[in-house]
């Protein structure tokens, strides 16, 4: 089982629907959660993070923590053609801070 | 620019030889961090500094990989005679302390001929 897994894409939603991303992870003592979004050819870039179960929002953007349930979402609202990326699921899997990422979903937002 | 500064951007090189890449962190981040990241695939942990020193290695990093940070600021990432496995985009990362989020570098993107 791979430490982090995120729900296989690609992704492909209309301009202004939700896309829904999902992740799950496999160390139960996890302690903080991170969604980056990459651009083709680009470097990770950090949108999300969250450490307490619940939701987070910042903007379009929701984080979901379901520590019970070692889950973790990302919700973008009125999705746009700029959001078009891979996202990516980061997990610290320690005390520490190194990220075990997984593989990514690809979202394609149609204009 | 008070981001993560990596160099180069861009490397080419012939099987066998050896390559350095150096990334300079955010100035007030104390934690260092090296990924690889192949295509299709998230980031691959290898290996983080704090301050100079080198705290964890990951089993992906063979002994022709070496990484410092000699003076806690800087760091360069050394792989010596390089193979066509080693192809990927190296990712610096800093933060400024433990759980903290990490910002990432633009990447040095290494093909290997």
């Known amino acids: 089982q791979k430490e982090v897994e995120q729900n296989s894409g690609p992704l492909s939603v209309p301009e202004g629907a939700i896309a829904s991303l999902n992740c799950t992870y496999s160390?139960?003592?996890?302690?903080?959660f991170f969604w980056y979004r990459q651009y083709s050819g680009k470097s990770p870039e950090l949108i999300m993070f969250?450490?307490?179960?619940g939701d987070k929002e910042d903007g379009r953007f929701t984080a979901q923590l379901n520590k019970a349930s070692q889950y973790v979402s990302l919700l973008i609202r009125d999705s746009q053609p700029s959001d078009s990326a891979t996202y990516l699921c980061?997990?610290?899997?320690?005390?520490?801070?190194?990220?075990?990422f997984g593989a990514g979903t690809t979202v394609t937002v149609r204009a | 620019d008070t981001g993560v500064s990596q160099d180069p951007r861009h490397k080419i090189t012939k099987r066998g030889q050896n390559v350095t890449f150096r990334c300079d962190p955010i100035?007030?981040?104390?934690?260092l961090y090296w990924y690889r990241q192949t295509l299709g695939q998230g980031p691959e942990f290898l290996t983080y500094?704090?301050?100079?020193?080198?705290l964890e290695k990951s089993r992906l990093l063979s002994d022709r990989f070496s990484a410092e940070r000699p003076k806690g600021s800087f760091s360069t990432l050394e792989i010596q005679r390089t193979e066509q496995g080693d192809s990927a985009m190296y990712l610096c990362?800093?933060?400024w302390g433990p759980g903290s989020e990490a910002f990432f570098g633009q990447g040095t993107r290494l093909t290997v001929v």
């Open positions: 990362a800093s933060s």
């Open positions: 100035s007030e981040h104390n934690r």
């Open positions: 160390d139960r003592g996890s302690q903080s």
């Open positions: 980061a997990v610290n899997m320690g005390g520490d801070y190194k990220l075990s």
């Open positions: 969250i450490y307490s179960n």
């Open positions: 500094f704090q301050n100079e020193a080198q």
